[in-house]
């Protein structure tokens, strides 16, 4: 995981994410979507955004945390009078006060260090 301890300490380092990004692009790092192309037909994936780089900044688990029940499946008969139809089912977000977030590290981090207290979590 080069790229993300890369990206961590250039956060502790000082530089924001657009910095951040506009040097891995500069230095011909693929952005995350250019990994699987199927899954981000929708991208480019010609150059990071800040937006990947906040998202792995603020991703818990590169640092040996983990969030449960941040989402949920609902599910529903759309034809109650035919239910041969099936089912359909939507994930939904849950409210931040029924996330679970354990006081402890839960897995083995892949970077040692907090990113910087500068944007808001």
Same mark, same amino acid.
């Given at each position: 995981m080069p790229i993300v301890q890369r990206i961590f300490a250039?956060?502790?380092?000082?530089?924001?994410?657009? !910095?951040? !990004?506009?040097?891995?692009?500069? +230095? +011909?790092i693929p952005c995350p979507s250019a990994y699987d192309r199927a $899954?981000?037909?929708? $991208?480019d994936g010609l150059a990071s955004a800040k937006s990947a780089v906040r998202v792995i900044l603020t991703n818990v688990r590169y640092t040996g945390g983990q969030i449960w029940n941040?989402?949920?499946t609902q599910e529903w008969l759309p034809d109650v009078n035919d239910v041969a139809l099936g089912y359909a089912a939507v994930t939904k977000w849950n409210?931040? +006060?029924?996330?679970?977030?354990?006081?402890?590290?839960?897995?083995e981090p892949l970077v040692s260090q907090e990113p910087?207290? $500068?944007r808001s979590r």
């Open positions: 250039m956060d502790l380092g000082g530089y924001g994410m657009f !910095a951040i !990004a506009e040097s891995l692009t500069r +230095d +011909d $899954r981000n037909k929708h $991208r941040k989402q949920r409210e931040k +006060d029924q996330w679970v977030k354990p006081e402890k590290i839960v897995h910087s207290t $500068r």
